[in-house]
């Protein structure tokens, strides 16, 4: 099952659990692009999508419409979403040493098509696809193994989720270049931030060898 972590079983090696949307797949530049074909754009004045899509009036589109998009948008990822550059290598690099796992937030009705499109990239790792909190999910992977574990994400949240439930976990920052993202709150100790997936790669591999 894509939404249970009780179907992934880990090898004696360090783990790497990776949220996907705006860390592996690009989903800010791509979702702007899919708005744009509907006569809609996002305008950025905080960070979130509630409230900053408009129509071509400048009216905003209410909750419910934006929850609406985000479906439309995940039914069609195959056909919008790509990897950010060095994602793919990065990621088939730290599997040469780390189980890796892919935790995704996107709702699980969408998991089917997010796994064919993860394969179809050649990144045939176990996903989960779970909207509850991150933290427990990888505390019930990692099962308080003494082996390394990182994680990499792209929200401060769950970051922080993880960060209380499994504190030994290397904690990986690695927000898009992206124009919504400058309303993001600036991470804090013990987070890491990489401006890449070069970046990310090094942090992680230099915590498994601490």
């Keep these: 099952m894509l939404t249970d972590p009780e179907h992934i079983k880990l090898a004696d090696r360090p783990l790497v659990v990776c949220d996907v949307d705006d860390v592996v797949l690009q989903f800010a530049t791509p979702f702007e692009a899919f708005l744009t074909g509907r006569d809609l754009r996002l305008l950025p004045r905080s960070f979130k999508l509630t409230g900053n899509i408009v129509d071509a009036a400048e009216t905003v589109l209410d909750a419910l419409a934006v929850r609406n998009l985000i479906h439309d948008f995940f039914v069609e990822q195959e056909r919008w979403q790509t990897p950010f550059a060095e994602a793919v290598d990065s990621l088939h690099g730290l599997a040469s040493e780390a189980d890796l796992v892919f935790l995704t937030a996107m709702p699980p009705r969408h998991a089917e098509v997010r796994r064919r499109l993860l394969d179809r990239l050649t990144l045939s790792y176990p996903m989960i696809s779970s909207e509850d909190p991150k933290g427990p999910i990888v505390a019930r992977l990692h099962g308080g193994r003494s082996l ?7 929200m401060l ?5 993880v960060g209380a ?7 990986v920052y690695l927000p898009p270049d992206v124009a919504i993202f400058r309303f993001a709150p600036e991470p804090q100790a013990p987070v890491l931030r990489a401006r890449d997936w070069l970046e990310a790669r090094q942090l992680i591999e230099a915590h498994f060898r601490s």
């Design 148 to 154: 390394p574990v990182a994680f990499v994400d792209d």
């Design 157 to 161: 949240g769950n970051l922080s989720s």
């Design 165 to 171: 439930h499994v504190p030994e976990s290397a904690l």
